[in-house]
């Protein structure tokens, strides 16, 4: 059954660090997610891509924030410049077409811990 | 989306049927009603969805009623491997991001 895949599992930074989380959506979905989930908190939403390029943000997704998508497999997460606020789980999501009927699947999520 | 209300925790024993309710008396007539489960700190996994329709696959029946502002996820047989949060969501058509609350917390005892 084809799922969504994430990398790296774990991933440990410095605060004012670079870091990229990557993600594989499976393969013929159209339309890409962000969620996070600090530790004890609600999953929440980041920001969707679609047809290369952000459909909707949240608040959070500030200037630190970027997606891409840079080749037709991959779907990856930036973060520039890491803050403690940071640390959480990061997971990925695709759906294969817009409306309601279509259903997100997820990955396991990128677990982001930053010191 | 509409606001979705759960019970913040509910008990199961195992082999019995868990019944999962959520009030959505705001919901929209183009909201369908999604229901994922998450299980520790994995990812959310989908487990079904509906507009006003009965539904059922193999994991679980999702019972909507006919005013639409309340429905219920039915796992049939409950097993101790279905301890999780459960999480009913109301969404639009479109870009479709799912607000996540913070659901029902089931758990299943032997």
């Known amino acids: 059954e084809p799922e969504v895949t994430q990398t790296p599992s774990h991933q440990v930074t410095q605060m004012g660090q670079e870091v990229i989380l990557r993600c594989v959506p499976i393969s013929n979905h159209l339309y890409f997610y962000w969620y996070r989930q600090i530790l004890g908190q609600k999953v929440e939403f980041l920001v969707s891509?679609?047809?290369?390029?952000?459909?909707?943000k949240s608040e959070i997704f500030d200037d630190q924030f970027s997606v891409e998508r840079p080749d037709g497999s991959n779907f990856t997460l930036k973060i520039r410049s890491t803050k403690l606020e940071d640390s959480a789980m990061y997971f990925c999501?695709?759906?294969?077409?817009?409306?309601?009927?279509?259903?997100?699947?997820f990955g396991p999520g990128t677990r982001l811990t930053v010191t | 989306d509409a606001k979705t209300t759960q019970p913040p925790s509910m008990d199961c024993a195992e082999g019995r049927a868990a019944n999962l309710p959520c009030n959505h008396s705001?919901?929209?007539?183009?909201?369908?009603v999604y229901w994922y489960r998450q299980i520790h700190s994995q990812g959310p996994q989908y487990i079904i969805h509906?507009?006003?329709n009965n539904e059922t696959n193999e994991m679980a029946s999702l019972i909507i009623t006919e005013d639409r502002k309340s429905s219920t996820l039915i796992l049939p047989h409950a097993t101790l491997r279905d301890t999780a949060v459960y999480y009913c969501i109301a969404t639009k058509s479109g870009y479709s991001t799912l607000t996540f609350g913070k659901g029902t917390m089931l758990l299943v005892s032997p």
């Open positions: 509906g507009l006003k």
């Open positions: 999501a695709s759906r294969l077409g817009a409306g309601g009927q279509y259903e997100q699947y």
């Open positions: 891509f679609y047809n290369n390029e952000i459909s909707e």
């Open positions: 705001t919901i929209s007539g183009n909201e369908y």
